[in-house]
């Protein structure tokens, strides 16, 4: 019997995964069975969708289309049935939320009750990281993005503005004094980030206009959570969005500096999705429970 959508499925996850064993296993299958079905999807088709070897998988140029267009088309087909049935009325199934630590701890957790008591047949997975992940290759329904965007794939709604903020522990400004204008900063250790987007100076309001001051430390943080920890512990000073640190600044751990000179910067934080998910019950419904609560301090 041909089964065109269960080998399209078990490709699927066999590029999702990385591997036969762990799409088998995720699929509930034998390895052998998964094997089975690409070799037939192939001879199909008429191309190598997967290169193999010993130690490791890839798709083929090839294979990368026809993931895209497949995960395309698989979704499109689910939102389709499931506008025709049940769902349209009452949001349900697996929805995959993908952010970053910083913005998953501090602003999704404290929300994510009250979804999951409006909408108990939806299921929600989270996963926090600072990677930028594909939506597409890491079947994720909806990712929340902070600063510019630069996938045009994917649909995108605001969630809103969030300015930056310099911040320290009382802690820290009791033992190194309070800095009054950025060249105090020269006395300071700055707390700076380790990847690559990483800037080394930062801005300030002086005179009337914008002026970057280049800073230095002794302490690098490899992700927005880890840098505020460290402010929080009084290792120096640190550049925040001001939803990371709003709680910190309310329970007294963190102070602003400088807030005068503030040059009043910021970054949009948006919430995206796949264009062919607009139609998933589930994708509206968190994106319209985004509306009714507060998420974070902007």
Not at 29 to 36: E, I, M, N, Y
Not at 159 to 170: D, I, K
Not at 281 to 294: E, G, P, T
Request: glycine residues 8%; aromatic residues 6%; hydrophobic residues 40%.
């Amino acid at each position: 019997m041909d089964n065109r959508f269960g080998d399209i499925e078990i490709f699927l996850s066999v590029a999702a995964q990385g591997s036969f064993a762990d799409a088998a296993r995720v699929l509930r299958l034998t390895p052998s069975a998964v094997s089975r079905s690409i070799a037939r999807l192939e001879k199909r088709l008429g191309v190598t969708l997967l290169r193999r070897t010993t130690r490791s998988l890839a798709l083929t140029p090839e294979g990368i289309s026809y993931r895209d267009r497949m995960s395309v088309l698989i979704a499109d087909m689910v939102a389709v049935e499931g506008s025709l049935g049940q769902e349209s009325q009452d949001p349900r199934g697996l929805l995959r939320v993908n952010a970053s630590p910083s913005f998953g701890v501090e602003c999704l957790i404290p929300v994510l009750p009250g979804f999951a008591e409006r909408y108990p047949a939806v299921t929600v997975e989270l996963t926090l990281t600072d990677s930028i992940v594909d939506l597409v290759e890491e079947r994720a329904d909806v990712a929340i993005r902070i600063g510019p965007l630069r996938d045009t794939r994917l649909r995108a709604k605001k969630l809103g503005h969030s300015r930056m903020m310099l911040v320290a522990s009382p802690d820290y400004l009791a033992r190194r004094g309070t800095p009054e204008r950025p060249d105090d900063l020269d006395a300071h250790d700055c707390l700076r980030f380790s990847f690559r987007r990483s800037v080394d100076s930062w801005p300030f309001r002086v005179g009337g206009r914008v002026v970057q001051k280049p800073v230095e430390g002794r302490f690098f943080g490899n992700s927005g959570e880890v840098v505020r920890r460290m402010a929080v512990a009084g290792c120096g000073i640190a550049r925040h969005g001001a939803f990371h640190v709003a709680a910190d600044i309310r329970a007294g751990r963190l102070v602003e500096v400088m807030p005068d000179l503030n040059p009043g910067d910021g970054e949009d934080i948006h919430a995206l999705y796949a264009a062919e998910d607009r139609a998933a019950a589930r994708v509206r419904a968190l994106l319209d429970y985004f509306d009714s609560v507060q998420l974070f301090t902007s």
